[in-house]
């Protein structure tokens, strides 16, 4: 029995990595590093709330290294905390580091919580109770769906698979080429919420200031270049991390992404049975693309996209990302062929390349040092360039290895190198020094305080850099006052 469901959870059609999710809860309002963070980042009370949810707690385990997986299931029927100790005698010596990121990451998510005894030193662990009962449920009973679909005599004209690809593909790049551009005639998509913009500001990829339009930052400009998946992700992030500035619980919304990663694709679930916290998030998820809202005669349901199932993919896996087919050609004489008909296709290749013409299926450009420079002032690497052309190479020449020339890259790399190779700092030079003694205790403080740029010992020249200007013109005149009294 538990073998079958071990299968179960182990292999599920959804790939589940909740602690992206739970990473997004505990950043909410900071930016620091997951693997930095503790449960303290968020009430336990709060995060124990999320392990009254089956699927929550389906997720989880899903999510978790297969040694963390272990010994869940070795203290799953365990009602008492077990000693630390015990635990460690648990692995060989050369597994300690495996076993310790293993109870780390149980206790960053709570799954694991210490009983710290006040005698003793050594704290003991045991599984979160709210965790362990319901875990215990899905393994006896079997685990729920979040909800039943509508019946297709009621939901009635769902779109096809390929249907369903289309529009979440329409609407991601719509999304993207709102991004590009403050707006765009083409898309046949409604206007995206004025909190979705607030999102895309606070995450750092545009900037609006008093009486201007949306701009993108360096960072926007880097973030087109990214895969679908990462772009997702950043985006779901600042969503969840400002749940409560719109007025929801995090708690709550994270609960209904994961949940919304367990639906199956392409069938209809009833708007009704949703929360008005959950309608207004379905809502602005279809924006996105990841979902798709429809109104019968009576009843309205949404429909999941395949971009659901990229919201709870884990980034690390390789194995779950699905490669888009490519579409550029690049050629020995930097000659740029993309053999596309998207609107969004032509705005990224805009960013580091000189579009020459355009036909309905077919953008012709060249990569220019002057596209490039153009591109590196922007914030983009040559490495995302290279990335980019690489990943969305055209099948004919996806299977050459190199995909791109290599004089091609080469060339990218020198330019970008030969850009970088002067760099402006705000300096102050000093001269005229009394006499050598004052010259070389200058560059000496200099040296120790981080400021020296240069130094010509000949003429008694100092360059240093602007942030240290105070320190340096104190010490020159403590000096000079010292030489005068001696003197």
Known sequence: MHSKLWLSFAQGNVLVSTHLLLKAIFCAGQRSSFHTLTAQALPAA??????????????????????????????????TAVPAKSLDEWVLSDGLSKHRAALDRLLQLRVFVEVTESRKKDGNYRLNPAFQSQLRQVIVNGGAPPREPMPPDVAVRIPSMEELETYALRQWENFLLQLVSSGFEESTSEPFSPSMMKICQRSGLLTLRENETPRLTENGFQFLLMETSSQLWQIIREYISTAEDRGFDAADLISFLLGLSFHIVGQAYNVNTLTKMQQKAVEELAALGIVRVQQGMKERWFIPTKLATSLAANLSDSSSRKQAEG?????????????????????????????????????????????????FGNGITGEQIISFLQQH????????????????????????????????????????????????????YARDVGGWLWDDTKHRRLVVRAESHQEMREFIRRQNTGSSNRK
């Not at 699927?55 to 010994?71: D, G, N, T």
């Not at 609107?343 to 596209?371: C, D, M």
């Not at 890259?409 to 000093?430: G, K």
């Open 46 to 79: 709060k995060l124990d709330r999320l392990y009254e949810d089956h699927i929550i707690c389906e997720a989880v385990l899903r999510s978790l290294p297969p040694v963390s997986k272990k010994y869940v299931f070795l203290l799953l029927y365990i009602d």
């Open 327 to 375: 579409f550029v050609v690049v050629e020995t004489n930097f000659r740029v062929y993309a053999y596309s008909t998207s609107r969004l296709h032509s705005e990224i290749l805009r960013l580091f390349s000189r579009l020459e013409y355009q036909l309905p299926n077919l953008i012709v450009g060249a990569i220019t040092k002057e596209s490039l420079y153009k591109a």
């Open 393 to 444: 190479a055209h099948p004919r020449v996806a299977q050459r290895i190199p995909s791109v020339p290599e004089n091609v890259t080469d060339q990218i790399r020198l330019w970008e190198s030969d850009r970088n190779r002067v760099q402006l700092t705000s300096a102050y030079m000093y001269d005229d020094f009394p006499s050598e003694d004052v010259f070389e205790s200058a560059c000496t």
